[in-house]
């Protein structure tokens, strides 16, 4: 866990305002981390999903090191701008789910996106349309032909959103009403938040250069819109546009990472705690990365590496390990395919090191799981999500609701999170709890309620929170009766 992470920027604050020879006593301390004390334990306890992360990163760098070693491909060339990049550049970052950092070599240089933009605008289209509105437009096979192909499917509809005629209809779903501005502007601002806030860069340059070499683009865009494949009113010119300002995106490695590790941990940004995405829009999304990321040389990496992943002729390479972590790799030699060579053979060595390949699990191998291996205990979830109630830690109680938890779930004597968090006075969580329309009710071993709770305790803040809420929960009951 890092310094720079947001989630300690306060608690790292008040400690340089207590000097670095001041003692701080059990008091101050308290006060300190009540804020954090899941993530804390977390850290204290080994219980980070990946616990002893120096071990990792060690398997990790020999990886890195010796695919360094390969010089094979070429940097692209079609785009002027993209061919004058240092081609030995190398960069890999590692941002898991628990928001654990690993960066090796050039990670903070800046490249632009290129086709990696293609399965954030798929989610963007999913999430303000929903599934059956974008698969009307776009269909979710992978097409066997090149990624640039003039060709649709047999319904006369994009093969899937990760080839360029599926990303530029993804495109024209995309806030077609509004300004080609505002339409950047909302997409540039997804970025950002899937990078947990970080800066998200535009090459203007790279932008004019796409769109001076962009005939083929011009060529399927026409051709979707004379067999009527596009939604009405759709302006070619507009989408084409915002299709290449979306590939012309610059990040670093280290953002790269941590979006990668939003889609990871389930649309929800793991330094952030911020929901960007729904867990079905990622699922889907990952669906499609794992047959389709890779332009044609996806069924190989799906066989050999098993991993979702989606690749740019900038030499970028996400890479999603559901529940796990997200990896960005940049090395801008690419193979025939616009694949980065290092990328690919980097993957090949992780899932040969790791148990990372989606079917790892049906066989025996003596690969080391970074959850399992070198993980000597895992704390009860159910457990993580009471303590963090009872602490009125709000970080990790959004963030167990923003991965779809059920709220509700209680311990051995039948106590919830709303149980716990009432009983502390935590106004803020059973606040939150309630507007998530948990349980109100429910009752412990012993019959008593969150509300008995509350007063017991002589939380009277808390006590009428829980009788307003009653009172407007009786009022819509007689509305509806």
């Known amino acids: 866990i890092t310094k720079a992470d947001p989630r300690l920027k306060d608690l790292l604050e008040q400690l340089d305002a207590y000097g670095l020879n001041e003692p701080i006593d059990l008091e101050q ?32 760098e020999k990886i890195y090191l010796s695919t ?32 654990q950092r690993l960066n090796l070599g050039d990670c903070d240089d800046y490249f632009c996106v290129q086709s990696t933009c293609k399965p954030v605008n798929y989610c963007v289209a999913l999430e303000l349309h929903g599934e059956d509105k974008v698969h009307s437009h776009v269909g979710r ?58 800066h998200i860069g535009f090459n203007n340059s790279v932008y004019h250069s796409e769109k001076e070499t962009s005939d083929r683009n011009f060529a399927l865009a026409h051709y979707m819109r004379e067999v009527g494949a ?12 915002f299709y290449f300002q979306s590939c012309s995106i610059e990040v670093n490695a280290k953002n790269m990472a941590s979006i990668a590790a939003s889609f990871a941990n ?20 990952l669906s499609l990365m794992s047959s389709c990321g890779m332009y044609d040389f996806s069924g190989e990496f799906a066989f050999s590496v098993g991993i979702p992943a989606k690749s740019g002729v900038s030499g970028v390479l996400l890479i999603v390990i559901p529940n796990l972590m997200g990896i960005a790799l940049w090395s801008p030699r690419i193979d025939e395919m616009g694949n980065s060579v290092r990328g690919v053979e980097f993957c090949k060595e992780l899932v040969k090191t790791f148990n990372f390949h989606n079917y790892d699990s049906l066989v025996q191998s003596n690969k080391m799981d970074p959850r399992k291996d070198i993980y000597h205990s895992q704390v009860n979830p159910i457990f993580q999500l009471i303590w963090a109630a009872s602490q009125g830690d709000m970080d990790e109680i959004q963030k167990f609701a ?15 999170a709303l149980h716990l968090a009432a ?18 009710n429910p009752r412990d071993r012993w019959g008593n309620t969150p509300l008995d709770d509350a ?3 002589g939380h009277k803040e808390v006590e009428d929170l829980f009788m307003t809420r009653s009172q407007a929960s009786s009022q819509v009951l007689s509305q509806q009766l």
């Open 29 to 60: 301390f308290t006060e300190l981390v009540s804020s954090h004390v899941s993530l804390i334990e977390k850290i204290l306890t080994g219980d980070l999903v990946v616990p002893s992360f120096d071990k990792f990163a060690e398997k990790i």
């Open 68 to 99: 360094k070693e390969n010089k094979a491909g070429a940097v692209a060339s079609y785009i002027p701008q993209l061919s004058r990049v240092e081609p030995d550049k190398y960069g890999v970052s590692i941002c898991t789910i628990d928001g």
């Open 141 to 198: 096979e992978p097409s066997g032909k090149s990624f640039n192909e003039l060709a649709l499917n047999r319904h006369n509809l994009p093969h899937n959103p990760l080839i360029n005629s599926g990303a530029i209809m993804c495109s024209s779903l995309i806030h077609s009403d509004k300004s080609l501005a505002d339409r950047f502007d909302y997409v540039i601002k997804t970025w950002g938040k899937l990078a947990g806030n970080a």
């Open 230 to 241: 596009f939604p009405e009113k759709t302006s070619i010119r507009d989408t084409l546009d």
């Open 266 to 285: 389930a649309g929800t940004n793991p330094l952030t705690g911020e929901k960007i995405f729904s867990s079905d829009a990622v699922k889907d999304c």
């Open 402 to 416: 923003a991965r779809g938890f059920d709220l509700n779930l209680s311990d051995y004597d039948g106590r919830t």
């Open 423 to 440: 009983a502390e006075g935590c106004y803020e969580v059973v606040k939150f709890l309630l507007e998530k329309n948990v349980e109100q």
């Open 455 to 457: 007063r017991k305790a």
